[in-house]
């Protein structure tokens, strides 16, 4: 994409999420080394900086209401996420917001390297 393009894009983008803005603090899970196993055991959270999003309500025509897991059909959020390219967020990533707490599902575009996109668009599943 050239760049003059990409950085109408991304003005476009921050005025969209400036227009109804929402602080995400995300909590990131962590592994630690279990020596006497040879495995993993979870660690103590990660508390990431607060971030900027904008909530916007999710299409249900472009999936199931709910996704069958091995506990169970597990529903998904009414509403995505979207933000800057820039923002630090990865699956399993954690976050409460209006008395709801939401896991990080999927994370689109879905690579490391996203300096050639405008946005970040975060699917949620509902965790209460």
Do not use: C, H
Request: hydrophobic share 35%; aromatic share 10%; net charge positive.
């Amino acid at each position: 994409m050239e760049q003059k393009a990409l950085r109408i894009l991304r003005r476009n983008l921050d005025a969209f999420i400036k227009a109804d803005p929402v602080d995400v603090i995300f909590t990131r899970p962590t592994q630690v080394q279990n020596y006497s196993t040879g495995g993993w055991v979870k660690g103590p959270p990660v508390t990431l900086m607060p971030q900027q999003f904008r909530f916007v309500p999710f299409k249900r025509r472009l999936s199931d209401q709910t996704q069958n897991t091995q506990d169970g059909p597990l529903r998904l959020g009414d509403y995505i996420i979207v933000g800057r390219y820039s923002v630090d967020v990865e699956i399993g990533d954690e976050f409460g917001y209006n008395g709801r707490n939401y896991r990080v599902k999927d994370i689109e575009p879905k690579t490391d390297d996203r300096s050639l996109t405008d946005r970040v668009t975060v699917a949620l599943e509902v965790r209460d």
